[in-house]
């Protein structure tokens, strides 16, 4: 029996070294396969999704361009055009609501990077809550291309002020001569 143990103990050490020289690596090997398959579908995801916003920021700029070459084409005028028409609807609204104005300030700028001219209009009212209400929402519906930018409320008593800032936009180019 003693003869017999010898030759088994070199039989399993030689198992041994096969198991270690052949299989363990090859387990080791699937191990770190999993690991970096489950690595890559993991990063092919974020891929993905970062694909789908993109896809999406590019989809939302053809619509701005889309956007901004109907404003320039369709509602975008010569200040000649704009600006009277817009102030004549801007005060009938104020006045069609009995609010009172105050003194009217001006502020006119170049748009970075387009033919536009804008003109900032700070206008104060005065009237009920109520008639502040019914002149924003005639501002809203306006015929004119009239942007709300601002509105400040103050309230004293049963009457109210506001400070409103009103953009007006414009080709640029359309104005006389040092207007």
Same mark, same amino acid.
């Given at each position: 029996?003693?003869?017999?143990? $010898?030759? =088994?103990?070199? !039989?399993? *050490? /030689? ?5 270690? %020289? ?5 387990? &080791? ?49 010569? $200040?000649? =055009?704009?600006? !009277?028409? *817009? /102030? ?5 609204? %104020? ?5 009172? &104005? ?78």
């Amino acid at each position: 029996m003693t003869r017999l143990v $010898r030759p =088994a103990l070199y !039989l399993v *050490a /030689l198992n041994l070294v096969a198991f270690l %020289a052949f299989t363990l690596p090859r387990t &080791l090997q699937e191990r770190s396969l999993a690991s970096r398959l489950e690595t890559l579908r993991a990063e092919a995801n974020r891929e993905r999704g970062q694909i789908q916003a993109l896809r999406r920021r590019a989809e939302t700029i053809r619509t701005n361009q889309t956007d901004a070459s109907r404003l320039l084409r369709d509602v975008v005028r010569s $200040r000649q =055009a704009t600006l !009277l028409p *817009a /102030l004549t609807e801007i005060h009938a609204a %104020a006045e069609a609501e009995g609010l009172v &104005l105050g003194a009217e300030n001006y502020a006119r700028s170049e748009v970075k990077n387009t033919p536009l001219v804008r003109l900032r209009v700070t206008l104060p009212v005065k009237g009920s809550y109520g008639q502040l209400v019914g002149f924003l929402g005639r501002l809203e519906r306006s015929k004119a291309f009239v942007v709300v930018d601002t509105v400040g409320l103050q309230e004293r008593d049963s009457e109210a002020s506001l400070d409103v800032g009103l953009s007006m936009y414009f080709l640029a180019g359309t104005e006389p001569a040092g207007a």
